[in-house]
């Protein structure tokens, strides 16, 4: 069963509050729990069967916990999410970034392949043609350029496609044909392969009841039939060039991807923060180490309180489980007609009586990068309540496309 630590530690609710009644910092904003931050790292470490895990910067989205991730042992280079973020990344001193996301951003490219320094830290991901000749329109002359292919590894039943629409390359003869294609321009080198299966590794697989059983089938299914169309994909590639890396799996997948024995490295990045979505995973033995702060900001009737802000949903289709959940004080529910609001959050229960003015709320949200969209920086509490400001990179005032 999931054994997730749901709620904040006394750490936190001892160093915080203070911080906020000092005037030194103002709700809204995003705590981190180091000591579960540390927690949760050795605890992916754990089940990745000995393969290196690739960090997932998008599930960050702070230089400082990038940082702090990449110092534990068993975690090696960066999933970046966009070239702009690469490169931004890449001055700040990091190196090993693989763009997850294939990339049309013209001036981006162009930047990548003009600088020699660039090139030979960052790979772009490619899956057609089209994304071929885009690079080498932006590289002119200059490169070579370090590309990766993406599989598709969607799930194939009668009338549906389960898992992330990504790639259309998913066969070995498509793989083997894209990477000719690669090899045959001398401003482009095929140095790995991704093959991530989403359906799996944001799937949950301890959920109870009928939906939980179809989940369970859907991650078995999923993996059955990936194994050997991912193998064979990946032969086609080497047929072709040299890889240098295979990665695949996430934080709800470490253990079952490595498993499989075709990848090189995993990737994962929200097992750091463990957000809401990771609470029914049977094998995520994590605490949720990020949250965010709402100050109560008036009561308009007994039994209920309402914080600022508060509305930070998840992308994805509208769902319950995109919106952030309240965990301290336990007992809040939000309103039924208002939700979760832009401006303010109406909040009733149990609870809500012993809240006054000023009282802090407690948050954690249904994902984890998206949080830091919201906040200049992020308050990281040490084990020994020592506190300490990380920036995010809103703060930084990186706009990524």
Not at 356 to 378: S, Y
Request: hydrophobic fraction near 45%; charged fraction near 20%; aromatic fraction near 6%.
């Amino acid at each position: 069963m999931p054994s997730t630590v749901t709620t904040p530690s006394q750490t936190l609710l001892a160093v915080v509050p203070p911080l906020v009644k000092s005037g030194q910092i103002a709700a809204p904003f995003a705590a981190v729990d180091l000591g579960a931050f540390d927690h949760n790292a050795e605890q992916m470490v754990g089940r990745s069967r000995g393969l290196p895990i690739r960090v997932a910067s998008k599930s960050l989205r702070s230089t400082a916990a990038l940082r702090r991730a990449l110092n534990h042992d068993g975690f090696q280079g960066i999933l970046s999410y966009s070239v702009p973020e690469a490169i931004y990344l890449a001055r700040e001193g990091f190196d090993d970034i693989v763009v997850a996301y294939p990339s049309v951003n013209v001036p981006a490219l162009r930047e990548l392949a003009s600088d020699p320094a660039l090139r030979e830290v960052i790979t772009v991901m490619v899956d057609c043609t089209e994304h071929l000749d885009l690079i080498e329109a932006a590289a002119q002359g200059a490169g070579p350029v370090r590309v990766a292919i993406d599989l598709d590894c969607t799930l194939h039943l009668p009338g549906a496609v389960i898992g992330p629409r990504r790639s259309p390359v998913r066969s070995p003869e498509q793989v083997r044909e894209l990477a000719r294609g690669i090899v045959d321009k001398q401003c482009l080198r095929l140095v790995g392969v991704m093959a991530y299966e989403g359906q799996v590794a944001s799937v949950a697989d301890a959920e109870p009841g009928v939906a939980g059983s179809v989940k369970r089938w859907l991650r078995r299914t999923s993996m059955d039939q990936l194994g050997p169309r991912r193998k064979a994909c990946i032969d086609a590639a080497r047929e072709v060039a040299d890889l240098e890396f295979v990665n695949g799996g996430g934080t709800g997948s470490l253990d079952v991807s490595a498993a499989e024995g075709t990848l090189t490295e995993l990737a994962a990045g929200s097992g750091f923060y463990t957000p809401v979505i990771f609470d029914n995973f049977a094998t995520v033995n994590h605490r949720a180490a990020a949250f965010f702060i709402c100050q109560v900001s008036r009561i308009p009737a007994p039994g209920w309180a309402t914080v600022n802000s508060g509305g930070w949903i998840a992308s994805g289709p509208p769902a319950a489980d995109r919106v952030p959940v309240a965990v301290h004080p336990g007992g809040l529910s939000y309103s039924a007609t208002e939700g979760a609001g832009e401006v303010q959050t109406p909040l009733h229960g149990p609870a809500a009586n012993s809240l006054a003015v000023g009282d802090l709320v407690w948050f954690r949200h249904a994902k984890a990068g998206e949080m830091t969209e919201h906040v200049d920086g992020i308050v990281a509490v040490h084990p020994d309540g020592e506190a300490e400001m990380w920036d995010t990179y809103r703060g930084n005032g990186w706009t990524l496309r």
